[in-house]
Nanobody, 119 residues
C-alpha cells in the first residue's frame, strides 16, 4: 500500500508564501505524474499543478508565475512552492500521485492540508 503524508499548510497573510510537501512511502515500484489539487468551500476540486516523471510541469492559469511544483525522486516527495498568495488561494490542498506498486498502476491521494490566506 502507498501512504502520502502532506505538510506545510497554514495561515498566511496576502502576499506571503508557503511551501507544501507530500512524501510517498510504501512498496512503490515507480512514481509517474505527481500533482497538487485544491478544493475551496463550495467549489469542485481543481488541478493546481502537475509534474511528470521526466520533470515536465503544467499549471492552472490562476497560479502561473506564482506557484512552482517540483519533485525529489530520491525522496519520493513532491513540493509546491506558493508565492504571492491571495485570498482566492484559500483551500484544502491535496497531493495526488500516479504510482506503480505490486497491485499495478493506481492513483493515490493525500489527506489534505489547509491553506488559509487572510489578514
Amino acid at each position: 500500500q502507498v501512504q502520502l503524508v502532506e505538510s506545510g499548510g497554514g495561515l498566511v497573510q496576502p502576499g506571503g508564501s508557503l511551501r507544501l510537501s507530500c512524501a510517498a512511502s510504501g512498496s512503490i515500484f515507480r512514481l509517474n505524474t505527481m500533482a497538487w489539487y485544491r478544493q475551496a468551500p463550495g467549489k469542485p476540486r481543481e488541478l493546481v499543478a502537475g509534474i511528470t516523471s521526466g520533470g515536465s510541469t503544467n499549471y492552472t492559469d490562476s497560479v502561473k508565475g506564482r506557484f512552482t511544483i517540483s519533485r525529489d525522486n530520491a525522496k519520493n516527495t513532491v513540493y509546491l512552492q506558493m508565492n504571492s498568495l491571495n485570498a482566492e488561494d484559500t483551500a484544502v490542498y491535496y497531493c495526488n500521485i500516479d504510482a506503480v506498486t505490486w497491485r499495478g498502476r493506481n492513483d493515490y491521494w493525500g489527506q489534505g492540508t489547509q491553506v488559509t490566506v487572510s489578514s
